[in-house]
Structures are given as structure tokens and as C-alpha cells.
């Protein structure tokens, strides 16, 4: 049987079914099928939306480059971008030789809300912080954090909210559902899957 599940991995956690280095994996959350696995990866220090799924052919075609699906991040970053950085971001930036497609890249005017996380984040009382939403259709190893300190502002926080039209709406830090029929219906006809 096939499965498609929607978990908001909290920070800390990896995004596989192992424990490593005192960190929680998916095992600790659950009870999940046996046989999913993470559709693309979040580092340990990301949160968001994770999409486990067993159906290799929607795995395939929301992974491979190829295929360029959104995939959508709230990023808190450090010190306040200018408009050579935003638009920098927006056409790509080179990271290891290589430059990132084109992302769509906007500065929030507010703080988003998000619940707290476990570990707080660094506070310097004489850098500010502010957050972008940043949309891409590639998944570089840690591309996020890498683009924003190529244009010279680290990242302290990342959350993704989306992969496509999938979104954390709903969901807690640790909490996950199955998609409905109409959802899986929907990504079945945007991957071109019969």
C-alpha cells in the first residue's frame, strides 16, 4: 500500500529513521509505515515540512533536478540585506564553482510566526536579524545556508513550508497526517504520473 505523509520535522531531528550523535531521527516520531522514507533532506538544524513517501516514482519525480519543483523556505538571516543582495539571491549565487538557478527571494516586512524552537537562537544586540522567503527549484546540500552567506548574511534560522503546493498548514512541530485522496490526486497530475 502506498503511503504519503506530511511531518513538520522539529529542530534537532534528523531527517532518517537512524539515531546519530545524540540527535532524534523519524524513529522517534510515528508510528510511520516501514517501508517510507524522506523525500529530499533537511539538515538537523532546518525545520519544516518533510514528505515521507514507499511510492518511488513520486520520490523520483520530486527529487531529480530535472523536474524543478518548488520548494519553499522562511529563513531568519543576519544583518539586513540591500537590494544587490536580494537581487544577487534572485539570479543565483555561486556556491562550491556553481551557480543556483534562479530563486524567487522576498524580504518580509514582519516576523513571521513560528512556534519556538527548542534551542534558542544566537542573539547579538548590535546586529539585526530579519527573514526572507525564499523559493527555489533545486536542492543543493545546504543551498539555502550557503547562498545567504555568499551574499554576506548567515542563516540562523531555516524553516520549509512548502514542497509544491504541500504545506505545513495545520501542522506542530512533531505532528504529521497522511495526504487526502485529493491531495495525492493533485500531486499525481502536477508530477505527470498516471
Not at 523525500?39 to 518533510?50: F, I, K, M, N, T
Request: hydrophobic share 40%.
Amino acid at each position: 500500500m502506498k503511503s504519503y505523509i506530511l511531518f513538520y520535522k522539529p529542530y534537532g531531528v534528523l531527517s532518517q529513521f537512524t539515531r546519530e550523535k545524540n540527535h532524534k531521527a523519524l524513529c522517534d516520531f510515528g508510528p510511520f509505515p516501514k517501508d517510507v522514507y524522506a523525500v529530499g533532506r533537511l539538515d538537523a538544524d532546518s525545520e519544516g515540512l518533510l514528505f515521507l513517501t514507499n511510492d518511488t516514482a513520486v520520490n523520483h519525480r520530486l527529487t531529480d533536478p530535472k523536474f524543478e519543483h518548488e520548494r519553499t523556505y522562511i529563513v531568519q538571516i543576519e544583518g539586513i540585506p540591500d537590494d544587490d543582495d536580494l537581487a544577487r539571491l534572485n539570479s543565483g549565487v555561486v556556491i562550491e564553482a556553481k551557480r543556483t538557478k534562479p530563486a524567487i527571494v522576498r524580504l518580509f516586512d514582519h516576523e513571521p510566526e513560528f512556534p519556538a524552537r527548542a534551542v534558542p537562537i544566537r542573539f547579538r544586540k548590535n546586529v539585526p536579524t530579519v527573514w526572507l522567503e525564499m523559493t527555489l527549484c533545486e536542492g543543493r546540500n545546504r543551498q539555502i545556508r550557503k547562498m545567504t552567506a555568499a551574499v554576506g548574511h548567515p542563516t540562523l534560522r531555516l524553516v520549509r513550508t512548502s514542497i509544491a503546493f504541500l504545506t505545513l498548514k495545520e501542522l506542530h512541530p512533531g505532528e504529521y497526517r497522511e495526504l487526502t485522496s485529493e491531495e495525492i490526486e493533485k500531486l499525481y497530475s502536477l508530477l505527470l504520473i498516471s
